[in-house]
C-alpha cells in the first residue's frame, strides 16, 4: 500500500524514496523560489510604511497613530522559517555554511541570510524531501510565503496618505503623488495632503526608523527626496546616533531627530553655478 503525502489537505500517493508528493516537491520549489522578490517587495512595504495614521482638521490632535507593524512581522515570519528549515537541514546532513549559520550571530544583514537560505534550500529540495519532516517544511514554508504575498498587495503607483478617522472612519487613503488633496475611499471625505502630512510626521516624532524608513520618509511626509550620500555624511559626521535596533537588527534612529536635520538642509541657501559667459 502507498503511503499518502502528509502535507496538509494533499493526501496524494508518493514515491516510496520520499516523504512528499511529486506536486508538493514542485509547490516547495516555486515557493522557496518567489522568496527572494518576496523579501525585496516586504523591504519596499516596510520602507514606505503605508498604514500610518493620519488625521484632518476635523479630528482631535492627540489622536495616537494606529501603527500597524504587520510586513515587518510578516518578513520576521519568513525569515524565521526559511533560515531555520536551512538550518535544521544543514545540522540533519552534518553540513554547514558559514552564511546561514550568520542569521544566528547576530549580523545585521538578514534579508541576505533569508535569500541566501531559500536558495540552498531551493537546490537540496530533491534532498529536503527524503527528511521525514518534508511534510512540515512544505506547510510552514507556504504558509510564510502566502502570508508574504497578502501583506505587499497594496495600491501601484499611490503614496500613503493615512487612516481617515474622520466620524470614526477606519479607511486608509492612498494619493497620487503629485496630489494635494485624497477622498476617503469609504465616507467620501476630503483632506489635504499637507496637513496630513505635517500630522503624520509631528504624531510619529518619537518613533525608531531604520536608515531605509527615513529616506522614504522623508519623501512621502517632508516632500523632499533626500540622496543616500547626505545620509551617509551625516552619520559619518555624527550628527544623527543611533540608540536601539529592530527585531532584524537594523539600526534604528528617532524620527523627530531625523527631521530636524532635514528641515536645517532644505532650507540652507544652495550654491548656484554661474552662467558660462
Not at 489537505?9 to 514542485?26: E, L, V, W
Not at 523560489?33 to 476635523?58: F, H, K, N, W
Not at 550571530?105 to 534579508?111: A, I, K, R, T, W
Not at 476630503?190 to 522623508?218: C, F, I, N, Q
Request: glycine content about 6%.
Amino acid at each position: 500500500m502507498t503511503d499518502e503525502c502528509p502535507v496538509p489537505r494533499c493526501g496524494q500517493p508518493r514515491p516510496k524514496h520520499a516523504f512528499i508528493c511529486n506536486d508538493c516537491r514542485r509547490v516547495l520549489k516555486q515557493d522557496l523560489a518567489s522568496v527572494p522578490a518576496l523579501v525585496e517587495d516586504l523591504l519596499v512595504t516596510i520602507s514606505r510604511q503605508d498604514v500610518l495614521g493620519a488625521t484632518g482638521g476635523r479630528r482631535a490632535a492627540e489622536t495616537a497613530v494606529p501603527w500597524k507593524a504587520h510586513a515587518s512581522e510578516v518578513l520576521y515570519d519568513l525569515t524565521t522559517t526559511v533560515t531555520l528549515w536551512t538550518k535544521l537541514m544543514l545540522e540533519h546532513y552534518q553540513l554547514s555554511s558559514e552564511v546561514i549559520f550568520r542569521a544566528y550571530d547576530g549580523l545585521e544583514v538578514p534579508h541576505r541570510i533569508t535569500i541566501s537560505a531559500a536558495r540552498w534550500l531551493w537546490s537540496n529540495v530533491n534532498s529536503l524531501a527524503m527528511n521525514e519532516a518534508a511534510g512540515d517544511a512544505v506547510d510552514e514554508i507556504a504558509v510564510a510565503v502566502g502570508r508574504a504575498y497578502s501583506a505587499i498587495d497594496r495600491p501601484a503607483e499611490k503614496l500613503a496618505a493615512g487612516q481617515c478617522l474622520v466620524d470614526g472612519c477606519e479607511a486608509y487613503m492612498y494619493a497620487e503623488p503629485t496630489a494635494k488633496t485624497v477622498d476617503c475611499p469609504k465616507c467620501g471625505s476630503t483632506h489635504d495632503m499637507a496637513e496630513l502630512r505635517a500630522w503624520m510626521s509631528e504624531a510619529a516624532s518619537e518613533r525608531r526608523v531604520t536608515a531605509t524608513e527615513a529616506l522614504s520618509w522623508v519623501r512621502l511626509l517632508l516632500g523632499k527626496p533626500m540622496p543616500d550620500g547626505t545620509w551617509r555624511r551625516w552619520l559619518a559626521e555624527g550628527r544623527l546616533h543611533h540608540d536601539d535596533n529592530n527585531h532584524l537588527g537594523h539600526k534604528l534612529y528617532r524620527w523627530g531627530d531625523v527631521v530636524e536635520e532635514v528641515r536645517a538642509w532644505i532650507a540652507r541657501p544652495r550654491k548656484v553655478k554661474e552662467e558660462a559667459a
